[in-house]
């Protein structure tokens, strides 16, 4: 009877959540890869079956592939640039510094916006010719970036990789402090007493014990940029001429307002496919590291 209470409480905690799961997460996903396979407007019943055709027509499209291109852009400015930033401000913030927590609160306070609202005051920063942006170009010189920032296809990326890093890395920075204060100080205390100087402590102590903090980073920024939507979309919806599109605004051109559902839903495949390999190889090959044997314990300073 015991162990039959034990199942029961069990079941009554679990089976609310699986069931949420089950019709808010993997229905959908079983809805998308059945539409994918019909050509489908989203109204009437589904008898146009294609089979692939979605799915050919969607890696001979020019667009898609370009949306593949500037997802891969940005995961790569990402890593390259907006991780490193975060981590130089987590180690100048993790030291005794006046006023550090008034600062951590600065960086981190983006963060807690909405894309929503993020995208909205810097879409009136970016204004052409009475923007905050264009002023500062005017006086800095820089008279060939006016009116283009959002505008022209050759500088709308680099200018939406600025504000994605305004708003996130003040994330990634508290997780990097987090990780910084989790150290030992013992351990850095005897390399400094052993002869190493800041930048080999730093070298060889404290990014090896911040592995973990950094692999989880790196795996929050690549998928949050595989899935970009709000930001751009509010910002550009895409344009112009398709030159900021992501997989995420094109699977909501074609599903509201082109009303290709069935195409829209094929998009929706492949992106979440992209997500769920990408995140299966890096648990497999690049977390496994973390879980085998990550110092989690010790006197945070």
């Avoid at 987590?90 to 030291?95: E, G, I, P, Y």
């Avoid at 150290?183 to 205390?189: A, D, R, V």
């Avoid at 997989?247 to 829209?264: L, N, P, T």
Wanted: aromatic share 16%.
């Amino acid at each position: 009877m015991r162990g039959l209470r034990t199942w029961a409480s069990v079941a009554w905690f679990l089976v609310p959540a699986l069931v949420l799961f089950l019709v808010f997460v993997l229905t959908p996903i079983a809805v998308a890869v059945y539409t994918g396979f019909f050509k489908w407007g989203g109204v009437g019943p589904l008898d146009d079956f294609v089979g692939f055709d979605n799915y050919a027509k969607l890696f001979g499209d020019r667009v898609f592939l370009g949306d593949l291109e500037r997802g891969l852009y940005l995961i790569a400015l990402s890593i390259t640039l907006q991780l490193p930033f975060a981590l130089f401000t987590a180690v100048l913030l993790n030291r005794r510094l006046r006023g550090r927590a008034v600062y951590r609160m600065l960086f981190f306070a983006p963060y807690i916006l909405s894309e929503v609202v993020t995208a909205a005051l810097f879409t009136m920063i970016f204004l052409p010719g009475a923007g905050m942006a264009d002023h500062l170009a005017g006086a800095l010189g820089l008279e060939g970036l006016r009116g283009k920032w959002l505008a022209d296809p050759s500088t709308v990326m680099p200018t939406l990789f600025v504000v994605m890093t305004w708003k996130y890395f003040g994330f990634h920075m508290m997780l990097f402090l987090a990780g910084l204060q989790s150290i030992p100080g013992e351990i850095l205390e005897a390399a400094s007493i052993d002869g190493a100087g800041a930048w080999q402590r730093f070298r060889h102590v404290t990014l090896p014990l911040l592995g973990p903090t950094i692999r989880i980073s790196v795996f929050l920024s690549v998928i949050g940029a595989i899935q970009l939507f709000d930001l751009v979309w509010v910002m550009t919806a895409g344009g112009p001429n398709h030159s900021s599109e992501t997989m995420a605004i094109s699977m909501f051109q074609f599903g509201f307002k082109r009303y290709q559902v069935g195409y829209a839903s094929a998009i929706s495949v492949v992106l979440f496919m992209i997500s769920l390999v990408f995140s299966l190889f890096y648990q497999r090959y690049v977390l496994r590291r973390y879980l085998s044997g990550a110092v989690t314990s010790g006197g945070g300073r």
